[in-house]
């Protein structure tokens, strides 16, 4: 398989900020027929296909997006996944990645002008693959989660300085973990696809201690998995969607409070 040993960052061209900060100040009749954008949507004047309450004939002027040239970053060997988050408390996101062929993560630190600093390098637990960043330990800064196999800890120090992995004992995942908090407790929980293909929820009790539960079964499709997160039936509970490598299916499993998830639905 082809390995990659370079970060590719594409940024939005200046030109296209200014596209948006003058179109701000346009006026809103922009096919400049007497009547206001919307007023001109409304009473048939004019179409609106992509509701953007813009009528289709402005829409057609605009200039395409434009993309600077990537610029390229150092990584180890064979990144995989990467994780985006602010890691050095500065209010601009960071980039993570897990380079799972050198056993190690590159930090990219953003430099506040559309770039990156250069690359550090941390140590990191066997064989990265995922990588996901949450406050884990619940001190107000970003620290990262790698798996897959076992399932490490890297606690973020402050200013983007984090300690050597830590394993997580009792924790191992075959997907992308999402740290997100399931039962509303204040702490950060785990989700993953563990290796049997079931759904895995850890709750965070505080102080290094998890327990399991939400054991859902998916199905006998083996693979690596995908996990997202969100409140998909809009009772404030966050939910969970799945998917596997080896399967079709993409299902939605339901948090039914109490530490409680069912599969209820698979598209
Ligand atoms: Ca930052
Ligand atoms: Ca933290
Ligand atoms: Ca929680
Ligand atoms: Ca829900």
């Known amino acids: 398989m082809e390995k990659y ?3 590719f960052v594409f940024t939005l061209s200046p030109h296209f900020e200014l596209f948006f900060f003058a179109s701000s ?3 809103t009749d922009c096919n400049h027929n007497g009547l206001d954008n919307r007023i001109d949507i409304a009473a048939g004047r004019s179409r609106d296909c992509n509701l953007n309450f813009v009528p289709d004939e402005c829409d057609a002027l605009r200039p395409l997006p434009a993309f600077e040239k990537p610029a390229k970053y150092p990584a180890g060997a064979y990144p995989r ?29 953003n430099d506040r002008s559309g770039g ?33 196999g076992p399932v490490a800890f890297y606690e973020n120090q402050g200013g983007g300085m984090f300690l050597d992995p830590l394993p ?46 939400g054991h859902v079964f998916l199905s006998p499709d083996q693979g690596y998995g995908s996990l997202a997160s969100a409140d998909f ?20 499993v339901i948090n039914e409070g109490n530490r409680g998830f069912v599969k209820t639905s698979r598209f």
């Open 5 to 7: 040993n370079e970060f």
């Open 25 to 27: 100040l346009q006026s």
């Open 81 to 109: 996944l990467t994780a985006v988050a602010d890691l050095d408390g500065d209010g601009a996101l960071d980039l993570a990645a897990a380079n799972s062929d050198s056993d190690n993560l590159t930090l990219l630190f």
């Open 116 to 148: 990156f600093k250069k690359s550090i390098f941390l140590p990191a637990a066997r064989q990265p693959i995922f990588l996901s960043a949450g406050d884990l330990d619940q001190d107000g800064d970003h620290d990262l989660v790698s798996a897959s």
């Open 168 to 213: 997580l004992e009792g924790i191992s995942a075959n997907s992308n973990i999402s740290i997100r908090d399931f039962d509303r407790d204040g702490l950060q929980d785990l989700a993953a696809i563990s290796f049997g293909n079931f759904v895995e929820v850890f709750f965070n009790e505080g102080e290094s201690s998890w327990t399991r539960a």
């Open 233 to 252: 039936n809009g009772d404030g509970l966050l939910d969970l969607a799945a998917v596997t490598s080896n399967s079709s299916i993409l299902w939605v």
